[in-house]
């Protein structure tokens, strides 16, 4: 069965510094992996996405992800955190093996950005 | 400007009534989705379309119901049979590129509903 785990539901790191989200999957076939992000009262946002390319995936906003196989991880890091990071964001599994690539998400990870 | 429309932003609903919340794209992609997102948890599948005139039940169906009668338009009726409706509702959508294989799903700004 495909699943999603983010090791942490809160972050709290200051303004500049760098940011780690994890996230570890489990998936029955070669999977497709995304982060998404949320503000407030807003819809999702796609930051990234992995679909069997290069494992070093880079995104928007100064975002990047490691898919690393070997560890079913798909980590989500940004060299130096902007206030306007603070949001939510969701690690996201979709399986090419499934009848339909239905999405299975992450519970999300808040993140919160001191100055 | 292409996207993902949702209407209406916010949502009041008295208990025993029946609410429609609309859910438009100009993507012309295939396929499309309704979750439902509650505090501290990942979004639940409710249902989702891959094409039109035909849908499939998700996670959490119950109480819920959908149509598909054009490709751009999805929307969901939270019906009284669900007891716990207050939740933020997100709608997606996502183009097909080969026989059920589907791109990353975009979403639209989302639905707050509360049942008074």
């Known amino acids: 069965a495909q699943s999603v785990t983010q090791l942490d539901s809160h972050v709290s790191v200051s303004e500049g510094t760098p940011v780690l989200l994890r996230c570890n999957y489990s998936?029955?076939?070669?999977?497709?992996l995304f982060w998404y992000v949320q503000h407030p009262n807003k819809g999702l946002q796609l930051l990234l996405k992995y679909t069997s390319a290069a494992t070093l995936v880079k995104g928007i906003n100064g975002f990047e992800a490691e898919f690393k196989k070997s560890e079913t991880s798909f980590h989500l890091t940004k060299p130096s955190a902007h206030m306007s990071d603070a949001a939510e964001y969701f690690c996201?599994?979709?399986?090419?093996?499934?009848?339909?690539?239905?999405?299975?998400f992450g519970s999300g990870t808040k993140l919160n950005v001191k100055p | 400007d292409g996207g993902i429309t949702q209407s209406p932003k916010y949502l009041f609903r008295k208990e025993g009534q029946n609410v429609t919340l609309s859910c438009e794209q100009n993507l012309n992609h295939d396929a499309m989705y309704w979750y439902r997102q509650d505090p501290g948890q990942g979004l639940r599948l409710i249902y989702y379309s891959q094409i039109v005139n035909d849908f499939q039940k998700g996670d959490i169906a119950e109480g819920y119901s959908v149509s598909r009668e054009k490709k751009e338009s999805f929307p969901l009726t939270v019906t009284s049979a669900q007891k716990n409706p207050t939740a933020f509702y997100l709608c997606?959508?996502?183009?097909?590129?080969?026989?059920?294989?589907?791109?990353?799903?975009?979403f639209g700004p989302g639905t707050r509903l509360t049942v008074l």
């Open positions: 996201v599994v979709s399986d090419r093996g499934d009848n339909f690539n239905k999405f299975y």
């Open positions: 997606a959508s996502s183009k097909r590129t080969g026989i059920k294989v589907y791109n990353e799903q975009f």
């Open positions: 998936s029955s076939y070669s999977p497709s």
